[in-house]
């Protein structure tokens, strides 16, 4: 009894942020589209790399460089203006945004389907099998997307490499529980073979 309500709680949580997504997702288009159709309600917004801090486990380096009409670097090079980001840099950084949450709310939804079967006691089918390795191929490709930035200005530009060790470290769990779901399924057909 008590390991069906866990597992109940499991399969809320991951409707809840599947909602999530898609509340983000939604409202990430809405922005783009205002910022598009506004930019100048952004102007007060500063970009700032050089503060900004990393709370993931994670290896990162950044460069970025600002650029005056005269040619001369500024003492504020790694503070940037939303407004003057350029269309180019807009589209592909919201692009990536998201297929992150894309990636990030299949991968929730692939281990809803797992927690399900759980509880139906159908853990060792082939079904979490594939769900595993689908939720180990979304994760690395979060990994890859959310690796390197690239935002460009105006009067300058930012990119960077920040490696996400944490997000590596899960989707090469999910494809360990694969190998792992994989034998416990064969060893599942095998005792229906000997009854």
Known sequence: MNRNTILNVAIFVCKILKVLYIAIFILFIILFVHFNISPSAY?????????????????????????????????????FKLDELKASSMILNTLKQLAVLLFSFLSVREFQKIIESVKNINTF???????????????????????????????????????????????????????????????????????
Do not use: C
Request: no cysteine; net charge positive; proline share 1%.
């Open 43 to 79: 102007n007060k917004l500063d970009i700032d790399f050089k503060n900004s801090k990393e709370s993931r486990i994670s290896i990162s380096t950044y460069r970025s460089y600002k650029m005056h009409i005269d040619g001369k670097l500024p003492a504020d090079s790694e503070v």
């Open 125 to 195: 089918h082939q079904r979490n099998v594939l769900s595993f390795r689908r939720i180990g191929k979304y994760l690395f490709i979060n990994f890859i997307l959310l690796s390197f930035s690239w935002f460009t200005f105006q009067k300058g530009e930012t990119s960077g490499l920040s490696f996400q060790l944490g997000l590596l470290v899960v989707s090469l769990s999910s494809f360990i529980l694969a190998e792992v779901f994989k034998e416990g399924n064969k060893l599942l057909e095998e005792n229906k073979l000997t009854v």
